[in-house]
């Protein structure tokens, strides 16, 4: 079962902007699914109709075969969202906001109490829980807003920027605590401006760009499709002269460190082979950018924009 079904989603304001252009997207039950785009391309559009916070101009949406237009109550009780902006009352208790937020989907406070410690414990704000939600930092507000968002325990999980403003290590147990969730059943969809972030969770992922989608497929999918890979390699000592192969170019940026740009048809053992000929002893190798992201960045500047792509089969 699909949970998620989207057929050709429109949205046009009243002042004429067509923020939704014939989207159509199928996200399987269980998936880790990623919708990317730059800013104004449509993602929160399209999550506000989901969530009954935007009307759509046309189209049909159904969370687990339930259609929103006639079972809205019933798919409301199997999504959570996480949006973009902070939307609690900051002078609440941070158990408080999570309970409270139990009582819009009929769930008993001794349950909604049993749920709540679950998930402030799993995303460590259980010692701050008797704590007014101001006094948190904003690594722990975001965690604050999943927790919410989890109260009900939905089945559909939809994040919007999640670890905006987020520090490195906080989004690292950002990154452990999703993928935990996704592996024990929840269907998450997450919209991100960290590319990194899509790669290392998100199994398939959908590029929006003003209003239509131009790119659906598997991230191992999207990042094949890349004509040249890019990396930053730190040398022993200084390279004495380039070696020459085909279908690459050396930079060398400093004594110790140079750039290499590998056409895909090379095989990037053939060029380690050719360095340690030439005596060049690599201390250690790393993309130059991560490889989602230099495919994003060419289908946005180059304008692929073409015909939606449909949904999944």
């Known amino acids: 079962m699909d949970a998620l079904n989207i057929e050709n989603l429109t949205k046009t304001y009243a002042n004429g902007v067509e923020a939704v252009k014939g989207v159509s997207i199928s996200i399987p ?26 009307v759509k101009t046309s189209g049909r949406i159904k969370i687990f075969d339930k259609d929103i237009d006639k079972e809205f109550s019933d798919a409301k009780q199997l999504i959570g969202v996480v949006p973009q902006e902070m939307n609690f009352a ?15 989907y009929g769930i008993a406070k001794k349950d909604a109490e049993k749920n709540a410690e679950k998930y402030l414990r799993q995303l460590g704000l259980w ?11 904003g690594g722990m507000k975001r965690r604050l ?27 690292r147990d950002m990154w452990s605590f999703l993928t935990r969730l996704n592996k024990s059943g929840t269907t998450i969809i997450l919209t991100t ?31 094949n499709k890349l004509d040249k890979q890019s990396y930053i390699l730190d040398i022993a000592s200084p390279m004495k002269k380039k070696p020459e192969m085909k279908g690459c170019n050396i930079t060398i940026i400093d004594d110790t460190t140079i750039e290499i740009e590998l056409d895909k048809s090379q095989n990037l053992s053939e060029l380690m082979r050719l ?14 950018a991560n490889r989602l992201e230099e495919m994003f960045i060419d289908l946005i500047e180059n304008g692929k924009e073409g015909k939606e792509k449909g949904k999944r089969k």
């Open 275 to 288: 360095l340690d000929k030439e005596k060049i002893t690599i201390l250690s190798m790393r993309n130059k």
């Open 193 to 223: 401006h960290y590319l990194e972030e899509a790669e290392h969770l998100c199994k398939r992922i959908a590029i929006i760009n003003k209003g239509m989608i131009i790119e659906d497929s598997s991230t191992k999918e999207i990042i």
């Open 127 to 137: 010692d701050k829980r008797d704590e007014q939600a101001k006094s948190l930092s």
């Open 90 to 104: 900051i002078f609440e208790k941070v158990i408080d906001i999570v309970v409270q937020q139990a009582g819009y």
């Open 145 to 171: 807003m999943i927790a919410r968002a989890l109260i009900h325990e939905p089945k559909l999980l939809i994040l919007d920027e999640p670890t905006a403003g987020v520090d490195v290590e906080l989004r």
């Open 29 to 54: 039950e269980r998936s880790f699914y990623g919708l990317l785009g730059p800013n104004g391309a449509g993602k929160t559009t399209i999550i506000g109709i989901i969530t009954d916070m935007v």
